[in-house]
């Protein structure tokens, strides 16, 4: 099946940093979505971006589907963008999910 | 108020019992999934559906089963050929190549 990575696993920032997380994946898909959980658990989701680049307020993305990576920019990071983000990834609906990358931001 | 719902939120099971999580979602959405998360992991598939009456199996989809009677209901049944069951429940939704949409989950714990 695929295989999705993301890197770095951990990352602790200052408030008011700017950060970079990434998502590798094995296969072409169809579908390629990154997610917030908040630390009750909640899955929010934050981009669907199976190619091309979309923001949204502070954050980010891009999709370089031909290269099987996408990139998530988070901009003036805040204490409430403590989390982990969830990269998923599939050839369909059928979706596969990285490890995640726990951010934590200190003030 | 439009969205997905999980009940409960809580679960305690005995072991050799087999236990049902519900999800119901109201958003129209065809597509409906069950995910497990251990601690400190990702999520992992353990089925999902695409259309009412249809459902595949995800990568661990063993000691589980699942039905889809009804396009936007998806309940889940840990059956007690599941080992190891404690864990936290994630359901969602989506459209056909569109965002999905996750309720706030269920935590099953075998005592």
């Known amino acids: 099946g695929i295989q999705v990575e993301q890197s770095p696993p951990d990352l602790i920032l200052q408030e008011g940093a700017n950060s970079t997380l990434r998502c590798n994946f094995s296969d072409s898909v169809n579908n390629l979505q990154w997610f917030h959980q908040n630390p009750w658990g909640q899955l929010i989701n934050l981009f669907y971006?199976?190619?091309g680049t979309k923001q949204n307020g502070r954050l980010s993305a891009t999709t370089v589907a031909t290269e099987r990576y996408s990139l998530l920019y988070i901009s003036s990071s805040q204490t409430t963008d403590s989390g982990v983000y969830f990269c998923a990834v599939g050839p369909n609906n059928d979706m596969r999910f990285g490890a995640g990358t726990r951010l934590t931001v200190k003030p | 108020d439009g969205g997905i719902t999980q009940s409960p939120k809580y679960l305690f099971r005995k072991e050799g019992q087999n236990v049902t999580l519900s999800c119901e979602q109201n958003l129209n959405h065809d597509a409906m999934y069950w995910y497990r998360q251990d601690p400190g992991q990702g999520l992992r598939l353990i089925y999902y559906?695409?259309?009412?009456?249809?459902?595949q199996k995800g990568d661990i989809a063993e000691g589980y089963s699942v039905s889809r009677e009804k396009k936007e209901s998806f309940p889940l049944t840990v059956t007690s050929a599941q080992k190891n069951p404690t864990a936290f429940y994630l359901c969602?939704?989506?459209?056909?190549?569109?965002?999905?949409?996750f309720g706030q989950g269920t935590r099953l714990t075998v005592v």
């Open positions: 971006i199976p190619s």
């Open positions: 559906s695409q259309i009412v009456n249809d459902f």
């Open positions: 969602a939704s989506s459209i056909d190549q569109g965002k999905a949409f």
